[in-house]
């Protein structure tokens, strides 16, 4: 449950937001798996594999949307198509029209869907109505716009905003990098990625390797920005911050884990130990993130 990847929203602080009533509405729209035509479904379901569609700790909500998709890629349903193409063409005498031919495409589709294969997958989001923040666990702004969707079609209101910050990421990691050192709570850790601006888009990856280097500030000097640098926060958490301000890679330290364990009195209660730390330790990242990065831009929108 831990979360690997971060995309961070902001809610209006102190949103009304009550445990009952987020209940309820995901209750209200429950998964259902998809049915012989459809090609996806979406829906609710318990973060915690019972009967619960909300985890709530110290007034902080988890909740997870599960995904399917049917598997059945396009080149399958060309290369059927075109075997009952030359069927038909067989038949009639000539080769079917454009218009026949996205007929029997679609008739090929109808046909070979409730035989697909399907795949699920979760997505979990952390809600917390006081602070105000959405916070999904999702390595893209696709994969989060999915769970922002369901949301605006289950709440009445979904009020969200983009976090803009007044500073870029890449100009505070380009300072960081010149000066070897990161502000606030935050250490420079050996992963990096410099770009340049040209067109080439020329880069240089470093991995596991240390960045005081001279061969970086010459990066650096020949024009390169940073558009992937690891982090650590207080020691406690390390991720990868990016140039759009992603947080990716997300490793809760042991320390953190073995205090989640620690707190847990019996199994059934791990997760929401997991969660409480977690919602605790990201409710002091994310805040200090962005105030060395300037700050918020109040009327960011989405």
Same mark, same amino acid.
């Given at each position: 449950? /831990?979360? @690997? ?9 102190? /949103? ?27 829906? /609710? ?22 995904? &399917? ?14 075997? *009952?193409? &030359?069927?038909?063409? $067989?038949?009639?005498? !000539? ?21 697909? !294969? ?7 989001? /952390?809600?917390?109505?006081? =602070? ?5 666990d999702a390595a893209s702004p696709a994969r989060a716009e999915e769970m922002l969707d369901a949301l605006r079609d289950t709440l009445d209101e979904l009020p969200v905003k983009m976090v803009k910050? &007044? ?11 010149? $000066?070897?050192?990161? *502000? ?17 888009? $020329?880069?240089? @990856? ?6 005081? =280097? ?7 000097a020949a024009g390169k920005l940073p558009t992937r640098l690891a982090l650590t926060f207080d020691d406690r958490i390390s991720f990868i911050l990016t140039e759009k301000m992603e947080i990716k ?8 884990? &073995? ?40 009327? $960011?929108?989405?």
């Amino acid at each position: 449950m /831990w979360f @690997r990847n971060l995309q961070i929203y902001r809610l209006p602080v102190n /949103w009304g937001l009550t445990l009952e009533t987020l209940n309820d509405k995901l209750v209200a729209k429950p998964f259902v798996p998809c049915g012989s035509q459809d090609m996806a479904s979406r829906g /609710w379901s318990s973060p915690t594999k019972d009967d619960r569609f909300v985890l709530a700790v110290g007034g902080h909500f988890l909740v997870s949307l599960l995904v &399917e998709q049917k598997l059945l890629p396009s080149s399958v349903v060309n290369e059927v198509a075109a075997d *009952k193409a &030359e069927q038909i063409e $067989a038949q009639q005498g !000539f080769k079917p029209g454009r218009k026949q031919m996205k007929e029997i495409k679609e008739a090929v589709l109808q046909e070979l869907l409730p035989r697909a !294969f399907t795949r699920r997958r979760k997505v979990y989001g /952390w809600i917390d109505p006081v =602070g105000g923040w959405l916070v999904m666990d999702a390595a893209s702004p696709a994969r989060a716009e999915e769970m922002l969707d369901a949301l605006r079609d289950t709440l009445d209101e979904l009020p969200v905003k983009m976090v803009k910050t &007044e500073l870029s990421p890449v100009s505070v990691m380009t300072e960081w990098l010149l $000066a070897n050192e990161a *502000k606030g709570n935050f250490t420079i850790d050996q992963d990096c990625e410099l770009r340049a601006v040209t067109d080439e888009k $020329a880069a240089v @990856r470093y991995v596991r390797h240390t960045l005081d =280097g001279q061969d970086v500030q010459d990066h650096l000097a020949a024009g390169k920005l940073p558009t992937r640098l690891a982090l650590t926060f207080d020691d406690r958490i390390s991720f990868i911050l990016t140039e759009k301000m992603e947080i990716k890679r997300v490793a809760f330290l042991d320390v953190i884990k &073995e205090e989640a364990e620690r707190q847990a009195d019996a199994a059934d209660m791990q997760m929401e130990a997991d969660f409480a730390l977690m919602s605790g330790e990201l409710s002091r990242l994310i805040p200090a993130l962005l105030e060395v990065l300037g700050g918020e831009v109040k009327d $960011a929108v989405i």
